[in-house]
């Protein structure tokens, strides 16, 4: 039976994770080990400040309450027995589109790439819509897409993000990920005790649907598929790197 780890960043109440994991029980069995409450933004932060409190609903359901990487973690070193271990985990559907840079940010990814930093298959799914969620075709793809790398394999340290229009969707696209053409805006207002707190929001200012990019998918009614590692290296900046001159150790204690 193939075993199949979910989790999400929206938490355990999600209606995209739900609808997933109603999908995903076509495949195989599913461990759903889910944030407590959401996390969004948490990108691939572990939680190492306070302990971490596990809470088990039934036989297959599991809350924690800390961030996607924490539920990852846990679940592949604690909460899942060795035998029973997960030949893929799936993240999402995420209430919202993970495109671009948001990746970066997103505990939708980070879930997947955490799990794919441990040696299992990592693929996040979101949805790109800000409002009428409707995860039906999300979650038929993803069955698609689930199969496809239980039975092809993924490259080592590779997971796949993918993101699915709203609407109508029209094809499916290999992407690369593409570069987010926004700025921070920033919203200052006074709590009842007369202190400041802020709102940090995001204004788009021009067009970054590339050619070839996660964005152009999407903007053309495709489902994004882009493969991301978890080596951040980049190797062709290497080489150009090298042949900087630097302060030999000697100079260095010289002027210490």
């Excluded at 036989?59 to 309450?65: A, F, G, L, P, S």
């Excluded at 299992?120 to 409002?131: K, N, Q, T, W, Y």
Aim: glycine fraction near 8%; include cysteine; charge should be negative.
């Amino acid at each position: 039976m193939t075993r199949i780890l979910l989790t999400n960043d929206d938490g355990i109440h999600s209606d995209g994770l739900i609808k997933l994991e109603e999908a995903l029980r076509e495949v195989g069995d599913v461990y759903t080990i889910a944030p407590a409450s959401e996390m969004s933004g948490a990108s691939h932060s572990l939680t190492l400040s306070r302990p971490l409190r596990i809470r088990q609903i039934d036989e297959r359901h599991w809350t924690i309450d800390g961030t996607p990487t924490d539920c990852v973690t846990l679940a592949l070193h604690k909460i899942i027995p060795e035998e029973e271990r997960p030949d893929i985990c799936v993240s999402g559907i995420n209430h919202g589109g993970n495109l671009g840079d948001d990746a970066t940010y997103s505990g939708t990814v980070a879930g997947a790439l955490e799990a794919t930093i441990l040696g299992v298959p990592g693929i996040a799914f979101s949805l790109v819509a800000r409002e009428k969620y409707d995860f039906t075709e999300a979650a038929r793809f993803a069955i698609t897409a689930v199969r496809k790398v239980l039975n092809e394999g993924l490259p080592e340290g590779t997971l796949l993000n993918i993101n699915i229009p709203r609407h109508e969707i029209k094809g499916v696209r290999v992407t690369r990920q593409g570069l987010k053409n926004a700025r921070p805006v920033i919203r200052e207002h006074i709590d009842p005790r007369g202190k400041p707190y802020y709102w940090i929001g995001e204004e788009y200012f021009a067009s970054n649907s590339a050619e070839g990019t996660d964005y152009q998918a999407i903007e053309q009614g495709c489902i994004s598929v882009t493969p991301l590692k978890s080596d951040m290296t980049d190797h062709r900046a290497l080489t150009a790197i090298e042949t900087w001159n630097y302060i030999t150790t000697s100079e260095v204690l010289q002027n210490s």
